[in-house]
């Protein structure tokens, strides 16, 4: 079993930068690929960004430039640093993490608890 704990929502002013943190524990994989996600009210949950185990990323559109997906293998953790950030960034946002695939935008096996960001004009 993985679990995946997250922190550093919180609420910014547009234009502002806030850095997510996701730690993973339990019966992690050797090698994985996490995800970020997010989910705004009524809205079908999105892909944000995802990072592989080699290192290489994937981002959305809609955050690329923005968003800046890493990792500490040794601490089990992923960050997403988001600056410029904007009203519609406002969202829940969650990690999940899978075996190390190259597809990267689906088909993960554990999430997070999910934490909100909110982002005001």
């Known amino acids: 079993q993985v679990q995946l704990v997250e922190s550093g929502g919180g609420l910014v002013q547009a234009g502002g930068s806030l850095r997510l943190s996701c730690q993973a524990s339990?019966?992690?994989?050797?090698?994985?690929?996490m995800g970020w996600f997010r989910q705004a009210p009524g809205k079908e949950r999105e892909f944000v960004a995802a990072?592989?185990?080699?290192?290489?990323?994937d981002y959305s559109d809609s955050v690329k430039g923005r968003f800046t997906i890493s990792r500490d293998n040794a601490e089990k953790t992923v960050y997403l640093q988001m600056n410029t950030l904007k009203p519609e960034d406002t969202a829940v946002y969650y990690c999940?993490?899978?075996?190390?695939?190259?597809?990267?935008?689906?088909?993960?096996?554990?999430w997070g608890q999910g934490t909100q960001v909110t982002v005001s004009s």
């Open positions: 999940a993490t899978k075996l190390d695939t190259l597809v990267t935008r689906a088909l993960y096996d554990y």
């Open positions: 339990g019966r992690t994989f050797s090698r994985y690929t």
């Open positions: 990072i592989v185990w080699s290192g290489g990323t």
